[in-house]
């Protein structure tokens, strides 16, 4: 059976209208089914892009870390030497500063000493105040409490110094705490 308007065949069964409406419906339902992929499709690349631009700031980040924190093991090294160069100044006495065969030698150390610490103040090392100051656990590791008429908690002895390299811990400091005075 032919439809005699427009010559296309009309399935058994099926009216006029019916065949009609059947190309243009499933036309509509594969342009929907399009149109929900295309969505589909433009939200998977939305989603492609935000990944993609956060892999870049977290490689960017990492990298501008990676400069600025490169010397950290290396600095974390150092300050042992640091510490033994200030016990062997700390340990002269007087009379052995007034000894004018080795006064060359101490003032050698001492230049030794203000070079090495320009050299950490150069690259954003810097000592972590502690004595009369609340404990901070962040930056101070208790060590040890002493009783005494302070405040309880409060650093009254540095056995070691702490250091930060910019905003990260290199080494906390090492430090006694008041405690109540029995």
């Known amino acids: 059976m032919t439809n005699i308007e427009n010559d296309t065949p009309v399935e058994d069964g099926a009216t006029e209208d019916t065949a009609a409406e059947t190309p243009a419906t499933e036309t509509q339902d594969e342009t929907a089914k399009l149109a929900e992929q295309l969505a589909a499709l433009q939200q998977d690349l939305l989603y492609a892009r935000a990944e993609t631009q956060n892999v870049t700031r977290r490689k960017d980040k990492e990298i501008a870390d990676a400069h600025t924190y490169a010397a950290t093991k290396f600095a974390r090294d150092i300050l042992s030497v640091a510490d033994n160069l200030g016990r062997a100044l700390a340990a002269l006495s007087d009379e052995q500063r007034a000894d004018e065969g080795i ?3 101490i003032t050698g150390l001492e230049a030794t ?6 050299v950490f103040e150069r690259n ?3 000592r972590i105040a ?3 100051l609340p404990l901070d656990p ?22 070691q110094a702490g250091y930060m390299m910019k905003d990260r ?12 005075a029995e």
């Open 169 to 180: 811990l290199l080494r906390p400091a090492m430090v006694g705490v008041a405690k109540k």
């Open 113 to 118: 000493e203000r070079e090495l610490l320009s």
């Open 103 to 105: 006064k060359p030698l």
């Open 124 to 126: 954003g090392i810097t």
């Open 138 to 159: 962040n930056q101070h590791q208790a060590m040890l409490e002493i009783p005494s008429d302070k405040e309880p908690g409060t650093i009254v002895q540095e056995m």
């Open 130 to 132: 502690a004595i009369g």
